[in-house]
């Protein structure tokens, strides 16, 4: 039971995520929606898989007297470490936004900001032990946030000593079938406007979408830009 409540949770919640998925998979293949549809379905399976895993380690352990915490968090970084999924989606994902947490990542990875936030909330959600396991999240929770506002001074002292540069970002406004209709012109037009900026603004770096280039270009990567401004893409 824990396991198949674990994977339609795994699946909604990843479904519900990239609800997106099928039109735009549908637009980028050309092979209609319903192609679309098969590989949304097909996706969200074998993301649903590893948190079916894990809710059955969580289950099998609890039952031994393991700390239901301690256990989650554990069961969730040993399946986002070591399961195959087609996906690189991980829990501590979710905090991508917050950045003295995301701190924590700089020391073990996406899979400690992971095992951090599992063992929060399943310390927060645990009905034994209430106040006790609230109180160990609460401590935990100020600790990791207090080492992230240190690192992040740290890191903002460092970006304010070092040396400048002025950077230009060129995006058009193309429309996806703009762009696999005339994918010379998106170049000529990105080009276009980079010239423009160049005269006025003179950048260090002028930084396009990795995407604007959608056909083999003849030239070795160094003399890729020279190429592109002196003549026709």
Known sequence: ??????????????????????????????????????????????????????????????????????????????????????????????????????????????????????????AVANRRHRKRYWLVAATTALAVIGLGSWMLSSIEKQIAAAPTATVGIVQEALAVQEKHGSPRNEVRRHLATTRQLAETTAPDLVVWPETVVSYRLDVEIQDLAPKLFEGEP
């Open 1 to 122: 039971a824990a396991v198949l409540h674990s994977f339609w949770t795994g699946f909604c919640t990843f479904g519900l995520s990239c609800y997106w998925a099928p039109e735009a998979v549908a637009l980028y293949s050309g092979a209609g929606l319903w192609f679309g549809s098969t590989a949304w379905f097909v996706l969200c399976f074998l993301q649903a898989l590893p948190i079916a895993a894990a809710g059955g380690l969580i289950s099998c352990f609890t039952k031994s007297g393991w700390s239901l915490p301690l256990l989650a968090a554990m069961a969730f970084v040993l399946v986002e470490s070591f399961w195959p999924r087609p996906l690189a989606y991980y829990v501590g994902s979710s905090a991508h936004d917050q950045l003295e947490l995301v701190q924590l990542a700089s020391l073990g990875g996406p899979t400690l900001l992971t095992g951090f936030i599992v063992f929060c909330a399943a």
